[in-house]
């Protein structure tokens, strides 16, 4: 496993910025967010000019790139486009893993599971694979929900992030059976009704979750996904988490 870090921890800056302020902390691997709105790159610039694309995001610092994440507002068809064309700009910069929103709470099931089909054919014509992110207010907040849909779209995996279970509204239920289905990873530090507190004041229990990542021999990117807090050195913290999560692998 590597420990990399998200250019949504610097949200708002351009793609270079934020990776270079994540070179600076050390990290020696980024996830880059494809975001519409607020994103280091949208989706729409990605299908407009791809090749603009593919140089952006090489210019990386050298800092392996663990990751896409997702959040394409366009609809219909052109939804697909765009997903089509991050497909191709993963294949173009050696990335493997996209990370994509699952449907809001209320998409009937088979609707999202054809959904889900479409996307993870499409991105394994470019030898791509798809993370359904864990998500609070979206389908995957339900452990169980997680489970069936991954059995369901062969190819499916989870980006498992904690905290959506630790401050969602299922925190009650296991979520070792999930192990399985990563394909990525985002922490933060997170309290039962706080999505994001200071790292060591949550309740995230990294060691064991580590452990349990290994047990199903789980090899890729523990992303940092840390945003800025009022009050708080942004980059102590994110400097803290790195050194946390080193020093268990």
């Not at 998200?6 to 934020?18: F, M, N, Q, Y």
């Not at 000019?49 to 366009?74: F, G, K, P, V």
């Not at 099931?109 to 359904?132: C, P």
């Not at 990563?182 to 060591?200: A, C």
């Amino acid at each position: 496993m590597i420990v990399v870090a998200s250019t949504e921890c610097h949200r708002g800056l351009p793609l270079v910025e934020a990776i270079g302020k994540l070179n600076d902390l050390e990290f020696t691997g980024v996830e880059i967010a494809i975001h519409e709105n607020g994103g280091s790159l949208r989706p729409s610039e990605v299908l407009a000019d791809l090749e603009s694309a593919i140089a952006r995001c090489r210019d990386t610092h050298r800092l392996d790139i663990a990751a896409y994440s997702l959040e394409i507002e366009a609809e219909g068809e052109a939804y697909y486009q765009q997903f089509e064309a991050i497909t191709r700009l993963a294949k173009a910069t050696k990335v493997v893993t996209l990370i994509i929103p699952s449907g809001l709470l209320g998409t009937p099931f088979n609707e999202e599971v054809e959904r889900l089909r479409k996307l993870v054919a499409i991105a394994e014509l470019q030898g791509v694979r798809v993370a359904m992110l864990s998500q609070v207010g979206r389908l995957s907040e339900d452990p169980d929900t997680v489970a069936v849909l991954c059995d369901n779209v062969k190819g499916l995996g989870l980006a498992f992030d904690p905290s959506q279970y630790i401050c969602g509204p299922h925190h009650n239920k296991n979520t070792d059976k999930l192990m399985k289905y990563v394909y990525h990873v985002h922490l933060r530090d997170t309290k039962k009704d706080q999505m994001q507190v200071r790292v060591g004041q949550g309740e995230v229990d990294y060691g064991r979750l580590v452990g349990l990542l290994r047990q199903a021999g789980y090899t890729r990117a523990l992303s940092v996904h840390i945003t800025e807090m009022p009050d708080v050195d942004h980059m102590v913290e994110l400097r803290k988490m790195r050194l946390l999560l080193e020093s268990l692998l």
